[in-house]
């Protein structure tokens, strides 16, 4: 058994086919209310990247999340083959949990083609260098001089490597009139191979972990004693190049608005060129705990 996060996240990713178009999953027991987004998204990329003939990436995908999967339980993915066109191939994703449909994905793959233009906007501010900025366990250690427990089973179970570009606020006062915006620099923490569905799935797992922070901000601090209760509604995401998940990227993230419970957060994803790689867009359900 692989005590290695990276390559624990390598076969996490790597489903069990049981059928055509039917795959299953693992789905760790962690100490956690319900099963972490961020993985049954990846998976479910993974069931739909297995029924194409592997020569189209991924374009886009789009998600909601429907009920909380229970963590230690299987999830089972069933893949609808919608269209293979000439360009595009189309998949349809049900994932099921003890007979419950818990999470729906629909994935596009295009063809690589050469386009007649092209464009982009740069990263909104000028960031740090990822490796002059301090680990999130360090930050964390810093401010309480140690890990609790608890946080450290999750850090050795953390399979990227995050760093914030601003310090962490800790208290009231310190998020009071913080603007909606947080940046992350992140990568795996080891190498994950070359199959690129593996990369795409890997990043569609992280693109869950930080990106509903932009909403909080200004609200209570990222870590510490929690006050909302709050979980992924949908997810979206647009693939514009290729990349690795076990290299440098930063994560621009920033919250349009927060309204009748539901905060939107929208991200994108860059490399240490500054070339934009991904866009993403998520909406997140708050709920202040004890209503």
């Known amino acids: 058994m692989t005590t290695n996060p990276a390559e624990r996240l390598v ?3 790597d489903l069990e086919q049981i059928e055509v178009n039917i795959f299953r999953g693992r789905s760790p027991q962690e100490s956690l209310q319900r099963v972490f987004g961020g993985q049954v998204a990846g998976q479910a990329l993974v069931a739909a990247g297995r029924t194409t003939e592997g020569d189209r990436p991924v374009h886009s995908l789009h998600a909601y999340f429907l009920r909380p999967g229970r963590p230690g339980v299987p999830i089972v993915y069933q893949v609808e083959r919608v269209r293979d066109g000439r360009s595009f191939t189309t998949r349809r994703v049900t994932a099921v949990q003890q007979g419950r449909t818990i999470f729906n994905l629909t994935a596009s793959f295009h063809k690589p083609e050469e386009g007649s233009f092209e464009h982009q906007l740069p990263p909104a501010r000028e960031v740090p260098d990822p490796e002059s900025l301090p680990t999130l366990t360090q930050e ?4 309480l001089g140690a890990l609790p427990e608890q946080l450290q089973r999750m850090a050795r179970r953390q399979p990227f490597d995050i760093r914030y570009v601003d310090r962490l606020r800790w208290t009231p006062e310190e998020v009071e009139h913080a603007e909606p915006r ?8 080891g190498p994950l191979g070359d199959d690129p569905l593996v990369h795409t799935c ?7 972990m930080t990106l509903l922070d932009a909403v909080r901000l200004p609200v209570e601090p990222l870590w ?3 006050g909302f209760d709050m979980a992924s509604l949908d997810h979206a995401m647009w693939f514009h190049r290729p990349f690795r998940a076990d290299e440098w990227f930063l994560y621009d993230q920033e919250s349009p608005i927060a309204v009748s419970g539901r905060g939107l957060a929208r991200g994108r994803i860059y490399d240490l060129e500054g070339r934009l790689l991904v866009s993403v867009v998520q909406e997140g359900l708050f709920r202040k705990l004890g209503s």
């Open 224 to 226: 510490g004693p929690r």
């Open 140 to 143: 964390i250690t810093d401010h």
């Open 182 to 189: 947080s940046a992350v620099w992140m990568r795996a923490v």
């Open 202 to 208: 890997a990043l569609t797992y992280a693109s869950d």
């Open 11 to 13: 076969d996490l990713l």
